[in-house]
């Protein structure tokens, strides 16, 4: 159940808190005064799609929190979810909080920042929402089928569901299928080019995906041997002296040095640690010299390893031409194509297979789907008696509610059914499909109705009427009227209506107005105490709060509202 909803900077309302509570609570107000602006906020709050313009002008962001009491399986749904502690109790509170700002928005649920999936998941357990305009949608076979479904119980569903994943999996199969079928001409032809390629690839005989540049750094050594021999050997000789040069080395200063600190010790024993370092200093010295020796003696001058090096990276850009740009993407090529060609040389035998599972699945989807169908005739009897009777509430007792039945012929993800709503409002008329011959008034009642059949097994708590009682008038209001009463005693109701007959029954009755200031304009709610709410019914009737037969006929209203909320 929806508690409270604080609304900041968002659209025309600076700064708002709405309290609600059990039963009926009605939401009037002048047109355009901002009763939609307060259904946005709410529908902003649990997730809705909203764009930074929302946010009032002079304002950086726009927050808003809405509190709900949760319901036994919102409860269990949170802890699952891990967004409220595990030994919470059966009445605790759940907040949802959203902050809008001009380059997107975040979503806390009791604090802890959640994506919009998770919120659209908790939203449709929390509220539903039914609008005037929204009976249109009973005239769409698509939405009559799902409010059938709707009635089914966890057997039902369970069925709608394996038809649902055996099509998706016969959709899978049919598009594998299709993409092997093709004539013989072409599959030789697609065949042999794709040899072709794996047989260059294979020939390119590809293992490391950094071939090609080790390649490049050997030909850059051996395209530089004798230069490199030349320094290699003139550095050996700074270090050890050469046959050829008498002149002085590192090795034979090092040695000096070490013979002169070493004579120094005998005076200063301190001037071992230098000693020490000399001799390490000496060592890695003559470890140098042979390294560069080994170095040159391992260079390659031979033009002929350079021209095979040349060749072969040559080869290995010519293949990142044609599959890479990278070496790893041509040997990911040589995987895929050796798949492709194993694939179009067994082509026959392979759809025969698919031909066969799609034959296999869908006997059992016809199977499943012709059982669905079954369960949904059942249901269409004892939705229609419901509706019929629901109907006589509501100023229709002369109406025939039927669904009618037309098979498809293969099933599709919903089964093999197509639905029309029937009704012939009149005795003598034949049924016929609700978008034929249905008033907009009754479209209205027939969705009020059966809103009121689904109240008792649906799980969310908060139901929106958002003008569904447009173009009612006399004793078909008044069967509105004491409809919305008796099913706020099942769920809470949020209602948005202009006809004080609806108004006057109200649990707990809030106006929307809308000010203008010197400088900008602002939209607050208010609840009304029992004179206030009088001379809004009067306002409502007549456009005079203040007519005294504006004032008695509000009266009556209200006495008869009494009268309702009392009948059981």
Same mark, same amino acid.
């Given at each position: 159940?929806?508690?409270?909803?604080?609304?900041?900077?968002?659209?025309?309302?600076?700064?708002?808190?709405?309290?609600?509570?059990?039963?009926?609570?009605?939401?009037?107000?002048?047109?355009?005064?901002?009763?939609?602006? /307060?259904? =946005?906020? $709410?529908? +902003?709050?649990?997730?809705? *799609?909203?764009?930074?313009?929302?946010?009032?002008?002079? &304002?950086? %962001?726009?927050?808003?929190?809405?509190?709900?009491?949760?319901?036994?399986?919102?409860?269990?749904?949170?802890?699952?979810?891990?967004?409220?502690?595990?030994?919470?109790?059966?009445?605790?509170?759940?907040?949802?909080?959203?902050?809008?700002?001009?380059?997107?928005?975040?979503?806390?649920?009791?604090?802890?920042?959640?994506?919009?999936?998770?919120?659209?998941?908790?939203?449709?357990?929390?509220?539903?929402?039914?609008?005037?305009?929204?009976?249109?949608?009973?005239?769409?076979?698509?939405?009559?089928?799902? /409010?059938? =479904?709707? $009635?089914? +119980?966890?057997?039902?569903? *369970?069925?709608?569901?394996?038809?649902?994943?055996?099509? &998706?999996? %016969?959709?899978?199969?049919?598009?594998?299928?299709?993409?092997?079928?093709?004539?013989?001409?072409?599959?030789?032809?697609?065949?042999?080019?794709?040899?072709?390629?794996?047989?260059?690839?294979?020939?390119?005989?590809?293992?490391?995906?950094?071939?090609?540049?080790?390649?490049?750094?050997?030909?850059?050594?051996?395209?530089?041997?004798?230069?490199?021999?030349?320094?290699?050997?003139?550095?050996?000789?700074?270090?050890?002296?050469?046959?050829?040069?008498?002149?002085?080395?590192?090795?034979?200063?090092?040695?000096?040095?070490?013979?002169?600190?070493?004579?120094?010790?005998?005076?200063?024993?301190?001037?071992?640690?230098?000693?020490?370092?000399?001799?390490?200093?000496?060592?890695?010295?003559?470890?140098?010299?042979?390294?560069?020796?080994?170095y040159g003696d391992r260079l390659d001058t031979d033009p002929g390893t350079l021209t095979d090096l040349e060749n072969r990276a040559n080869l290995l850009a010519t293949i990142k031409r044609k599959y890479g740009p990278h070496l790893s993407d041509a040997i990911s090529k040589h995987e895929e194509l050796a798949g492709e060609v194993e694939k179009l040389e067994n082509a026959l035998k392979e759809t025969e297979g698919l031909a066969e599972e799609i034959a296999d699945v869908s006997k059992e989807l016809l199977a499943k789907a012709v059982e669905l169908s079954k369960g949904r005739v059942k249901l269409a009897k004892t939705l229609s008696a419901q509706v019929e009777k629901e109907l006589v509430d509501l100023g229709m007792e002369k109406c025939r509610f039927e669904i009618a039945f037309q098979q498809l012929s293969e099933s599709g993800p919903n089964g093999v059914d197509k639905i029309d709503f029937l009704i012939a409002p009149n005795p003598g008329q034949p049924p016929m499909p609700l978008g034929k011959i249905a008033s907009g008034g009754e479209l209205s009642r027939i969705m009020?109705?059966?809103?009121?059949?689904?109240?008792?097994?649906?799980?969310?708590?908060?139901?929106?009427?958002?003008?569904?009682?447009?173009?009612?008038?006399?004793?078909?209001?008044?069967?509105?009227?004491?409809?919305?009463?008796?099913?706020?005693?099942?769920?809470?109701?949020?209602?948005?209506?202009?006809?004080?007959?609806?108004?006057?029954?109200?649990?707990?009755?809030?106006?929307?107005?809308?000010?203008?200031?010197?400088?900008?304009?602002?939209?607050?709610?208010?609840?009304?105490?029992?004179?206030?709410?009088?001379?809004?019914?009067?306002?409502?009737?007549?456009?005079?709060?203040?007519?005294?037969?504006?004032?008695?006929?509000?009266?009556?209203?209200?006495?008869?509202?009494?009268?309702?909320?009392?009948?059981?």
């Amino acid at each position: 159940m929806l508690k409270s909803i604080q609304i900041r900077d968002f659209a025309l309302i600076e700064r708002t808190q709405v309290e609600w509570t059990r039963g009926l609570n009605v939401l009037t107000g002048e047109t355009g005064a901002g009763k939609s602006i /307060l259904m =946005d906020a $709410l529908n +902003a709050v649990l997730g809705g *799609k909203v764009p930074p313009s929302i946010i009032r002008p002079g &304002a950086d %962001k726009a927050n808003l929190e809405a509190v709900f009491m949760a319901s036994s399986h919102v409860i269990a749904w949170l802890k699952k979810e891990e967004l409220i502690d595990e030994d919470a109790d059966d009445q605790c509170e759940l907040v949802v909080a959203r902050e809008i700002g001009k380059s997107g928005s975040k979503i806390r649920i009791n604090g802890t920042l959640v994506n919009h999936n998770l919120l659209a998941e908790l939203r449709t357990m929390l509220i539903t929402v039914h609008a005037q305009h929204e009976a249109r949608t009973l005239m769409s076979s698509q939405s009559q089928l799902e /409010l059938l =479904d709707g $009635l089914g +119980a966890d057997t039902h569903t *369970k069925i709608l569901e394996k038809v649902r994943t055996l099509y &998706a999996r %016969k959709r899978q199969l049919q598009d594998e299928l299709d993409s092997l079928t093709m004539s013989e001409d072409e599959r030789l032809r697609k065949l042999d080019f794709a040899k072709f390629q794996l047989n260059e690839l294979e020939q390119a005989e590809l293992s490391d995906a950094h071939e090609d540049e080790e390649l490049q750094r050997q030909v850059s050594v051996l395209s530089n041997a004798i230069e490199l021999k030349t320094q290699a050997e003139a550095a050996q000789d700074a270090l050890t002296g050469s046959d050829s040069d008498s002149s002085v080395c590192a090795l034979d200063l090092i040695q000096k040095a070490m013979s002169e600190v070493e004579k120094a010790l005998r005076f200063d024993a301190s001037l071992a640690t230098i000693y020490e370092t000399l001799g390490t200093s000496l060592a890695s010295l003559e470890e140098a010299s042979t390294e560069l020796r080994r170095y040159g003696d391992r260079l390659d001058t031979d033009p002929g390893t350079l021209t095979d090096l040349e060749n072969r990276a040559n080869l290995l850009a010519t293949i990142k031409r044609k599959y890479g740009p990278h070496l790893s993407d041509a040997i990911s090529k040589h995987e895929e194509l050796a798949g492709e060609v194993e694939k179009l040389e067994n082509a026959l035998k392979e759809t025969e297979g698919l031909a066969e599972e799609i034959a296999d699945v869908s006997k059992e989807l016809l199977a499943k789907a012709v059982e669905l169908s079954k369960g949904r005739v059942k249901l269409a009897k004892t939705l229609s008696a419901q509706v019929e009777k629901e109907l006589v509430d509501l100023g229709m007792e002369k109406c025939r509610f039927e669904i009618a039945f037309q098979q498809l012929s293969e099933s599709g993800p919903n089964g093999v059914d197509k639905i029309d709503f029937l009704i012939a409002p009149n005795p003598g008329q034949p049924p016929m499909p609700l978008g034929k011959i249905a008033s907009g008034g009754e479209l209205s009642r027939i969705m009020l109705a059966i809103k009121t059949i689904f109240a008792a097994a649906d799980q969310v708590s908060t139901v929106i009427f958002d003008e569904i009682d447009t173009g009612l008038s006399g004793r078909v209001l008044n069967a509105v009227r004491d409809k919305l009463s008796r099913l706020s005693r099942l769920q809470q109701i949020l209602c948005i209506t202009h006809q004080p007959i609806v108004a006057s029954v109200a649990d707990n009755y809030l106006e929307v107005r809308k000010e203008h200031l010197a400088d900008r304009t602002i939209v607050s709610v208010s609840v009304l105490d029992d004179a206030m709410r009088l001379r809004s019914l009067a306002a409502m009737a007549s456009g005079n709060a203040d007519e005294e037969a504006s004032l008695s006929f509000a009266r009556s209203l209200i006495d008869q509202a009494a009268s309702v909320r009392a009948h059981p």
